[in-house]
Structures are given as C-alpha cells and as structure tokens.
C-alpha cells in the first residue's frame, strides 16, 4: 500500500473503536489515512483519537467554513486512490443505496468518483432485513464492494452474521482494491462449492464429505486475479474469501436457483458435490421402533448439465468429477455426457474431501493434463491462471 491514500469513513457503532487499528495497519503498511468521523462515529470514538492516529486533520462537519470555502467535501472525494467505510452501518448503508447526502460522510460519497468498499456492521436482525438486504444488492450493481460481516456473539448479546469483519481482513480487502488489475478484471465469474444436504427428517440429512476447501480456494484466487465473484456455498464452515460475494444454499435445487439467478457470467466454475439424489421428507422425526424408512427417491437437478444448455450459457463451463475408480476415463466421459468445456478431475479415495491439498487432471478438447499434489490454494490460483488465459 505504499503511497495509496485510504478514505475512511466512521460510521456509528460500537464497532467504530476497530477503525483506529484499521487505520494503524494502513500506515503500517505504507499507506496513509484521512478519517471523516459521523456524528454518530463521534459517540464511540474521538476526533484527537483518529488525528493521533492518522497524523492528518479529522474532518466531521459539512459546513466548516475554513473547508468549504474551499469545497473541501470535493476535494476530500477526489484526491483518495480508495473510500472506506468502516463501520457501515445499515443506516449509513441505506443512505449510499438511496443516494442521500445530509452530512459530510454522505455528501463525499455521492461526489467521489473513486472506488467504495464498505464494511458492514449491525444487529444480525438488521443485516437480515430485507431492506438492508435490498440495499446491499443495489449498492453491489452499482459498483461498490460490500463486504460480507462476520458471524459471532454481538454487543447486544445476540448471535449470527452481522459482526465486523476484523481489521487484518479489512486490509486485505483494501490490498486486493487497489491491487493493479489482474488478467479477469471486470469479468464476472460463478464458483460453487460444497457439499448440498437433502433432508430425511427434520434432523437427518443425506450429505457428503466435501468440505468446499477446494471451491473456496477457487473463488479467492479468481477474486485475486480481479474477477467479480460469486460463491453458491452449499453448508460448509469457512470464511468467506476476500473479495468475493458469497450466497448460502442448502440443497441441489436451492445451489440451482442460486447459480441461474447469478447469471449471466463469462465463466462457471461447479467444484460443488451436489448430491444425485433426494427424497420427500417426513414431517416429523422417524423413530427407530417403526423400522428402516422407506424412502420415495427422487433424482436432483443437474446444474452442470443445466448450465451446459442454458440460454445464457456461461462462455467457459467447467464442471469437477470426484472419483475413485478409473478417474481419467470417468471424467472424459463426463465432459462429453454433460456439454461443459472443462473437467477438473480428482481421486477422492484419500483424505482429498476434507484435506487441505489435492491432486487433479484437467480434462479439455485438447487432452489431458496431470497436476501434481499441490496445496489447494496452489491448485486454484493455477486453474485461476488457465480461466484468464481461456477469456483473453
């Protein structure tokens, strides 16, 4: 970050105390900070705190007269490479989505013609409502990052999504903004990962090992070759990776929805072991006394081959084949059966789903090419190379 220089917003919530380390690891890192502090901001931290910290005068008003009779809320807009907004509060989040400008932190952001990123955080019943929800989808079309919060025991005592995200993954979040644009900047791209569940009961559920490291990774290392990310998560425990907007599904026909309604998108990339089957669930819990279940088998949608024929069709599909037996052969003949571009293809009978490296064979028209075991992380930024190089 050296020479960047990082706009930051502080919104109010008990959450703002985070921005003085947020702006300490920006100048750590060679960057330096002007803070706008709200006049909610103010109630948690102090103007002397921000100044202390940034070496630079803490602007709060709109009509101080020394600055704006040199437009100062123009120029504060214009002359930062990145604006932050950090904590993005749902109000302050309302307020960018409807284009509002009653103080100076509003003001700068409807003026600035530089990138916005936006850290939210709130009430978990507050980033759950769908007008926060509506919000944050307008303000995505519109350009701005919004990152995803995360999921902990809150202030208020309550628990879910709606935390801060911590500082160090803030930064990272900047780092990969002002990174210089890589190869995929500006093409949007659609990753699934995961496992789905299919419900029995209310308590069991057929499901699968994958524990969507691989997807995960995949999607992270697209974001960091500048593509526009969207993750279908099936139920895994990860964060989400930096830059990267992620949307949570349960079950095939949820992951199904969840992909079409994210198209249109230059490339697909379905790393995610959807399960082939499912079954009507029972109402209530079925009892060991009344004997093995009879279950009414159903087979679930498939996305890939669905993709494959889709009116809007990404231009690069690539499915994964998970195997155990005859691994090239089954994948070549997936490729053909399901009318994608590519196979990824992997032997699963180790400890690969769930493990943290991976052994793949990338199937195309042109032939077949032998990855060595590598880190997953390894694996996604090679196969993030190969996609750049396939749209150029």
């Not at 507050?126 to 202030?155: F, K, Q, S």
């Not at 500006?186 to 090992?209: C, K, Q």
Request: with cysteine; proline share 5%.
């Amino acid at each position: 970050m050296n020479g960047k220089r990082i706009l930051l917003i502080v919104g109010g919530g008990i959450a703002a105390y985070k921005a003085c380390e947020l702006v300490r690891l920006i100048r750590k890192q060679g960057g330096s900070v002007r803070c706008v502090l709200t006049a909610g901001g103010a109630q948690f931290v102090t103007p002397m705190t921000l100044a202390a910290l940034s070496e630079q005068q803490v602007h709060t008003s709109l009509w101080d007269l020394k600055d704006e009779a040199e437009m100062g809320h123009i120029q504060l807009s214009r002359e930062a490479d990145l604006v932050v907004v950090c904590p993005a509060t749902a109000d302050l989040l309302a307020k960018m989505a409807a284009g509002l400008a009653d103080d100076l932190a509003t003001t700068l952001l409807l003026a600035t013609d530089k990138p916005v990123l936006a850290a939210p955080a709130m009430n978990v019943r507050m980033w759950r409502h769908a007008a926060t929800r509506r919000n944050v989808e307008r303000l995505r079309a519109d350009g701005v990052t919004v990152l995803e919060p995360d999921e902990g025991e809150m202030a208020c005592g309550e628990y879910g999504p709606g935390r801060l995200p911590e500082p160090e993954a803030i930064v990272a979040a900047i780092r990969l903004k002002l990174a210089p644009a890589g190869k995929l900047a500006g093409r949007h791209i659609l990753v699934t990962a995961g496992p789905t569940h299919e419900a029995i009961d209310p308590v069991r559920v057929i499901a699968n090992r994958s524990s969507g490291k691989q997807g995960f990774a995949i999607a992270g290392a697209l974001a960091a070759a500048g593509a526009d990310v969207t993750l279908v998560a099936g139920p895994v425990n990860l964060s989400t990776p930096t830059g990267v907007t992620r949307i949570d599904v349960e079950t095939a026909a949820q992951m199904k929805d969840a992909v079409e309604r994210a198209l249109p998108a230059e490339a697909a990339v379905l790393v995610a072991a959807v399960a082939d089957w499912t079954v009507e669930p029972a109402g209530s819990k079925l009892k060991k006394r009344d004997g093995p279940p009879k279950l009414g088998w159903a087979e679930n949608p498939d996305i890939l081959a669905g993709l494959a024929g889709h009116s809007k069709r990404p231009r690069l599909l690539v499915g994964f084949a998970a195997e155990t037996d005859d691994v090239v052969a089954s994948a070549e003949a997936k490729r053909a059966r399901k009318g994608c571009d590519w196979i990824v293809a992997n032997d699963v009978s180790g400890d690969v789903m769930g493990g943290d490296d991976n052994s793949v064979h990338l199937v195309t028209a042109d032939g077949v090419e032998h990855w060595e075991r590598a880190p997953k992380e390894e694996i996604a930024r090679r196969l993030a190379d190969r996609i750049g190089d396939a749209l150029a």
